[in-house]
């Protein structure tokens, strides 16, 4: 059965540094989505990407925040200077129709 | 602003008992999600929920939903120890323009224990 992978399964970063995380969608889905779940918090929606562009951010989406499909498969998201409040798991989604797939998550520390 | 609230936030069973999850929200909607989360893990689906009225049930799970009243339930029957996790409902409030964004919009989860 087709699954959303991502890599790291954990990333631990330094305060400032650039983090790149990866995500591979499930193949014939168009609708690629982040989120994120701060310890023991509910989950929070941060972008949703479509035919190559960002079709809706949220309020946590700042400056500090990128996503690229930079080929056929990948998707991706860099935080390029993080911060100790970014430490959080990051889910990966994507959608064919109305389900939504949610791929392992990349756990982030930043120390 | 959205907003997707779920009660109880913790709920403590013993098996074989029976118990239901709300989930209210605060806006018009007719796609509506559960997912279970175990500790350290992804939100696996449930049931998706897209029309008023719909119920789906999977095993000793049920789900339901009253756009009108904007409210969803998940029943538990005869709870079992695997159940055990945190549930969460979550809320595509885009589903209103026709085409789903899909943007969900959670609620704070169920943290389920099932004691023997």
């Known amino acids: 059965e087709p699954e959303v992978t991502q890599t790291p399964s954990h990333q631990v970063t330094q305060m400032g540094q650039e983090v790149i995380l990866r995500c591979v969608p499930i193949?014939?889905?168009?609708?690629f989505y982040w989120y994120r779940q701060i310890l023991g918090q509910k989950v929070e929606f941060l972008v949703s990407?479509?035919?190559?562009?960002?079709?809706?951010k949220s309020e946590i989406f700042d400056d500090q925040f990128s996503v690229e499909r930079p080929d056929g498969s990948n998707f991706t998201l860099k935080i390029r200077s993080t911060k100790l409040e970014d430490s959080a798991m990051y889910f990966c989604?994507?959608?064919?129709?109305?389900?939504?797939?949610f791929g392992p998550g990349t756990r982030l520390t930043v120390l | 602003e959205l907003k997707v609230e779920q009660n109880p936030l913790f709920l403590s069973m013993q098996e074989g008992k029976n118990y239901t999850i709300y989930c209210n929200y605060s806006?018009?909607?007719?796609?509506l999600y559960w997912y279970r989360q175990d500790p350290g893990k992804s939100l696996e689906s449930l049931f998706v929920?897209?029309?008023?009225?719909a119920v789906k049930q999977e095993g000793r799970l049920m789900a339901s939903l009253d756009t009108k009243a904007r409210l969803s339930t998940l029943h538990i029957t005869a709870a079992v120890h695997d159940l055990s996790a945190t549930y969460f409902c979550?809320?595509?409030?885009?589903?209103?323009?026709?085409?789903?964004?899909?943007?969900?919009?959670f609620g704070k989860g169920t943290k389920l224990s099932v004691k023997p």
């Open positions: 989604a994507s959608t064919f129709y109305n389900e939504q797939f």
């Open positions: 193949s014939n889905h168009l609708y």
């Open positions: 990407f479509y035919n190559n562009e960002i079709s809706e």
């Open positions: 806006t018009t909607s007719d796609r």
């Open positions: 929920l897209l029309s008023n009225g």
């Open positions: 979550a809320v595509d409030p885009s589903s209103n323009y026709g085409g789903s964004q899909g943007n969900l919009i």
